[in-house]
């Protein structure tokens, strides 16, 4: 199993940039797929979900109506759409895959596959 994370960058405040998790090995429409973002000396904190079933979107309150979350299953990837990009999103961006009930998607422990960061830096 395989996510690749791709499309970090540099951007000016105000400005977008598009995240890509690519999967192998497992297929996004049976998982929900998170990703998460950490800055340095910050906590990991989980800006956007998408689970298996239905499925639903979860956002933290820090990026909700700025960032979209969604899924192409043809491609078996998952996208992070971020609008109206702000210094604080700063970070390096994971995205991680958890295989339990869609009840679960809060849990931390119970994302099992993660795929390696991608930085995003946001200028003023």
């Known amino acids: 199993v395989q996510l690749q994370a791709s499309g970090g960058g540099s951007a000016q405040a105000g400005g977008s940039l598009r995240l890509s998790c690519a999967a192998s090995?497992?297929?996004?429409?049976?998982?929900?797929v998170a990703w998460f973002r950490q800055a340095p000396g910050k906590e990991r904190e989980r800006v956007a979900t998408?689970?298996?079933?239905?499925?639903?979107?979860y956002y933290a309150e820090s990026v909700k109506g700025r960032f979209t979350i969604s899924r192409d299953n043809a491609k078996n990837t998952v996208y992070l759409q971020m609008n109206n990009l702000k210094p604080e999103d700063t970070a390096a961006y994971h995205c991680?895959?958890?295989?339990?009930?869609?009840?679960?998607?809060?849990?931390?422990?119970?994302?099992?596959?993660w795929g390696k960061g991608t930085l995003v830096t946001v200028s003023s």
């Open positions: 998408i689970t298996w079933r239905a499925p639903r979107t």
């Open positions: 991680a895959a958890n295989g339990y009930s869609d009840s679960y998607y809060r849990d931390l422990d119970k994302y099992t596959y």
């Open positions: 090995g497992l297929d996004v429409r049976l998982y929900t």
